[in-house]
């Protein structure tokens, strides 16, 4: 195979998990005109369509589809090769791929990235931030972080951050105004800050446990948003009662900002994690994070 053929293969598949000709240029380095133009050599050259464009949306045609099936486990191992050599020299290098929730990106992925950069200078981080649940491997990603309840039965976990707690709260001038729940029920009663997932688009329902009891409340109130960190200033001001991570609330509650509410239904639940695929081996680079963090998090 020619480097031209390998180069040309990679932008097709780089253009298809990407969904963008402009997101897959940026990935590869190139500028979008000249990876429109590779593509259109590589179509030439089989003499048949593998990618479907429209103004809004590109998409692997059948043919494409195909060819990605038969091309992503064949990249895999080249890079997996590639890595292995690069391992030789004793300093790990290349490209690690990781997927994260925006959370886990901002406040516990963000601090370790300078420390572990400075320490492994040689491997290049590419960290890209979605809330949705993806498959790692079809993505072609190295690793994910996501919570510890959402992981799949087949993966090799690392712990990233400590246990984490939801937090009912609201503005002492709310409490004088509307008064004080004392259980999840009397939320509904209440005026509170509505959360839409960002996969379906649908509310979250407050979910609450004590014990053995478990249940899930559907609120109402005068915010919907899909950044609950964006809600912040208005819970403050008395506007509605929030559900908050306990990284974002107890510093307010501490200033006497925000009351805690309705604590013996909110216990703690596992953390973020670094989860990878255990079938899949393990690149240098992925190998120097994970000892990275398992140093940094003990």
């Not at 064949?74 to 890079?79: F, H, Q, R, T, W």
């Not at 997927?99 to 320490?119: C, D, K």
């Not at 009891?213 to 609950?228: F, H, M, Q, S, T």
């Not at 009351?259 to 216990?267: F, G, Q, R, S, Y």
Request: charged residues 25%; proline residues 6%; aromatic residues 8%.
């Amino acid at each position: 195979m020619r480097g031209s053929d390998y180069a040309e293969l990679r932008a097709f598949v780089a253009v298809v998990e990407h969904g963008s000709f402009g997101r897959a240029a940026a990935h590869l380095n190139m500028s979008a005109s000249a990876l429109s133009q590779t593509i259109r050599k590589l179509e030439e050259r089989l003499d048949i369509r593998l990618l479907n464009r429209t103004t809004r949306s590109v998409a692997p045609s059948a043919a494409g589809v195909k060819l990605l099936d038969r091309l992503l486990p064949a990249l895999v191992d080249l890079e997996t090769a590639v890595e292995e050599v690069r391992a030789l020299r004793g300093t790990p290098a290349g490209l690690l791929r990781i997927n994260a929730t925006r959370i886990a990106a901002i406040h516990y992925l963000g601090p370790l990235v300078g420390p572990f950069l400075n320490a492994y200078p040689e491997i290049t981080l590419d960290v890209v931030v979605e809330d949705t649940l993806i498959d790692v491997v079809e993505g072609r990603f190295d690793a994910g972080i996501r919570l510890g309840e959402k992981l799949d039965m087949d993966m090799v976990a690392t712990r990233l951050s400590g246990e984490l707690e939801m937090m009912v709260v609201a503005a002492p001038s709310y409490l004088e105004r509307h008064g004080t729940p004392q259980t999840p029920q009397d939320l509904k009663a209440h005026r509170c800050v509505n959360f839409r997932w960002p996969t379906d688009f649908s509310l979250y329902r407050w979910e609450f446990e004590r014990g053995d009891e478990k249940l899930e409340v559907a609120v109402d109130g005068p915010l919907i948003c899909n950044e609950p960190e964006m809600a912040v200033p208005a819970i403050l001001d008395g506007a509605g009662i929030g559900y908050l991570f306990d990284y974002a609330a107890e510093p307010l509650i501490a200033e006497g900002g925000l009351v805690h509410l309705i604590k013996e239904w909110t216990p703690p639940f596992p953390g973020f994690y670094l989860y990878y695929p255990s079938r899949r081996q393990m690149s240098p680079a992925l190998r120097a994070f994970v000892d990275f963090l398992h140093e940094r998090v003990r």
